[in-house]
């Protein structure tokens, strides 16, 4: 999600038209074709953007949140447990908060254990305005709408977030560098300082958080109750252009960007760390987010395609071991 805000939002949303128009209309068939996943998931939407998509596996869906747009809308798979059709799927409108009007949706988190969604809002523009609200999974009503920063405070971007056993939520801001732990009732509960800017969380189960900065190509583990950071030794690889994260077990972490997916590992709870494995999917449409379905890795890509009607991809992250990786 951190690509997003240098591309869409500082430089201004004509740049990712631009990057994506920029590439000849053979090159993206082409890149498409070698697109190696076994399995993908192409939908029909309105929007050119679609920043973070997460797989809702009780009601056997995709939710995606639609940006500038400011809402979320749902991608449903037809046929239960059956195999993925072939044809494209279509998004539909599922939320979108008046009370928040104007704001765009960026990071979105399902908690499954207590029924809801958690959504990230950000003023994009002018950076008055950032908040983490939590909707019931079912009939979208709202629970909470927690304001993490309004016009009387520092500029703020909220950006991602992520959640801790107890239902406490941490959202990276991408501006100035701090996360907000807010309650699982929506209450604002304190400010965590860090030294480095934010973008891509995810909470450990060992009580800390990892988090990349999208241009800082590092890896951190902030310990939340004394904000300490520190980097993660990294060895194989950059993660420069890491995005979103997902924790696969308490020592395996999927880094969504560019190249489109990196399979990180760490024997010795994330003092140090290694790039095991990378996919490359469908380079040109940028994956931003990643999420988990059967078990299986699923990458979004912020940028669709498609000349009358947009589509945009979900696709299975099949991942290679890094050449030359030492033992
Ligand atoms: C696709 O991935 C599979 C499994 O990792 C690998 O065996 C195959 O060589 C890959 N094909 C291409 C064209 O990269
Ligand atoms: C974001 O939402 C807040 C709360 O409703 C509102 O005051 C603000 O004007 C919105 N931001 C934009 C850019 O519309």
């Known amino acids: ?61 995709f939710l995606v949140s639609t940006f500038f747009d400011g809402g979320v809308a749902q991608i449903p798979l037809p046929g239960g447990a059956a195999a993925p059709p072939d044809t494209t799927l279509e998004e539909q409108s599922a939320l979108h908060d008046p009370a928040v009007a104007g704001n765009a949706s960026v990071g979105i988190l399902v908690d499954a254990p207590r029924r809801r969604l958690l959504v990230v809002y950000s003023d994009l523009l002018r950076h008055r305005y950032s908040a983490l609200a939590a909707y019931d999974l079912s009939s979208w009503r709202r629970l909470f709408l927690a304001q993490l920063s309004g016009p009387n405070d520092e500029p703020s971007d909220a950006d991602d977030a992520t959640l801790d ?36 969380i995810v909470y450990h189960p060992n009580g800390y958080l990892l988090v990349v900065h999208t241009f800082g190509a590092q890896l951190f583990r902030v310990d939340p109750s004394t904000a300490g950071v520190e980097v993660v030794q990294v060895t194989g690889g950059s993660l420069l252009l ?66 009358s009607a947009r589509t945009h991809l979900i696709t299975e992250a099949v991942f290679s071991p890094v050449k030359g990786k030492q033992p």
């Open 165 to 200: 056993g107890e239902g406490n939520a941490y959202v990276t801001d991408a501006k100035t560098n701090k996360l907000w732990k807010i309650g699982a009732g929506g209450e604002l509960l304190g400010e965590i300082r860090s030294s480095v800017g934010l973008n891509g």
């Open 1 to 61: 999600m951190g690509l997003c805000r240098r591309f869409c939002c500082s430089r201004g949303p004509l740049l990712v038209l631009f990057l994506a128009s920029a590439v000849p209309l053979g090159v993206i068939f082409s890149l498409e074709r070698t697109k190696n996943t076994s399995e993908t998931f192409e939908y029909r939407s309105r929007g050119w953007i679609r920043e973070c998509a997460k797989w809702d596996a009780d009601r056997h869906r």
């Open 242 to 307: 890491g995005d979103g994260l997902e924790l696969l077990s308490p020592t395996r972490l999927v880094v969504a960007g560019t190249p489109s997916g990196r399979f990180v590992e760490s024997g010795d709870d994330w003092r140090t760390a290694a790039i095991a494995e990378i996919y490359r999917g469908p380079m040109h449409r940028i994956a931003s987010s990643v999420t988990v379905k059967d078990g299986k890795v699923f990458l979004s890509h912020l940028i669709g395609g498609g000349l």
